[in-house]
Nanobody
C-alpha cells in the first residue's frame, strides 16, 4: 500500500502564501503520478495540479492562474504545492493523491487551507 500525509495548511490573509507538503510512504515504486486536489464546502472535488513521479511532466488546472507550483523532492518521497497570491476562493481542503497504473487510488487525509479577506 501507499500512505500519504499532508501538512502545511492553515489560515492566511488574501495575497499570502502557503506551501503544502505530502509525505509518501509504502510501495512508492507503484506510483506514476502525484496530484493535488481540493474540495470546498458544498463543492465538488477539483483537480489542482499533478506531477509525474519522475518530475518530467507537470499539469495545472486553469484556475491556478500561474499562482501555484507543484514539485517533488530529490528522494521522490514528498510532493509540494507552493501557493502564492491566495484569495478566499482558494479556501478548501487540499488532498494529496498518488496515481498508480490504473487511477488515483491513494489519498491522504487532507489539510485545510483557509484564506481570509
Amino acid at each position: 500500500q501507499v500512505q500519504l500525509v499532508e501538512s502545511g495548511g492553515g489560515l492566511v490573509q488574501a495575497g499570502g502564501s502557503l506551501r503544502l507538503s505530502c509525505v509518501v510512504s509504502g510501495r512508492t515504486a507503484s506510483i506514476s503520478v502525484m496530484g493535488w486536489f481540493r474540495q470546498a464546502p458544498g463543492k465538488v472535488r477539483e483537480f489542482v495540479a499533478r506531477i509525474s513521479w519522475s518530475g518530467s511532466t507537470i499539469d495545472y488546472a486553469d484556475f491556478v492562474k500561474d499562482r501555484f507550483a507543484i514539485s517533488r523532492d530529490n528522494a521522490r518521497a514528498s510532493v509540494y504545492l507552493q501557493m502564492n497570491n491566495l484569495n478566499p476562493e482558494d479556501t478548501a481542503v487540499y488532498s494529496c493523491s498518488a496515481r498508480d497504473d490504473k487511477d488515483y487510488n491513494y489519498w491522504g487525509q487532507g489539510t485545510q487551507v483557509t484564506v481570509s479577506s
